[in-house]
Nanobody, 130 residues
């Protein structure tokens, strides 16, 4: 059974940085498409970034040039490096293993989150104060 466990969330001031981690276990495939999504109480789940096993990545326009997604396949870990954080980045962040292909387009399509083949982590909270 595939499991995803996120960590690294916390509270920072505007302009600060955080790195989220997601450790995956239980995979039988070497080619999981991984992504980060976020949700607030007033907004639906939105894509942030995604990365394929070859390192090809895609980003939501709102985080381009501020966030970087990376992965260490040997450690089965995906990272989200977040820089110059803003109060509007405050959200619960979820890691996901996605069925969508091509992977680097996963966060461009809102229907991605509804695929029942996706696997989700439990989330980690990021709070950015002004």
């Amino acid at each position: 059974q595939v499991q995803l466990v996120e960590s690294g969330g916390g509270s920072v001031e505007s302009g600060g940085s955080l790195t989220l981690s997601c450790v995956a276990s239980g995979y039988t495939s070497n080619d999981p498409c991984m992504g980060w999504f976020r949700q607030t109480p007033v907004k639906e789940l939105e894509g942030v970034a995604s990365i394929g096993s070859d390192g090809s990545a895609g980003y939501a326009d709102s985080v381009k040039a501020r966030f970087t997604i990376s992965r260490d396949n040997a450690k089965n870990t995906v990272y989200l490096h977040m820089y110059n954080l803003r109060p509007e980045d405050t959200a619960m962040y979820y890691c996901a293993a996605l069925a969508w292909r091509p992977c680097d387009e996963a966060v461009q399509h809102s229907v991605v989150i509804h695929d029942p083949r996706n696997v989700w982590g439990q989330g980690t909270q990021v709070t950015v104060s002004s």
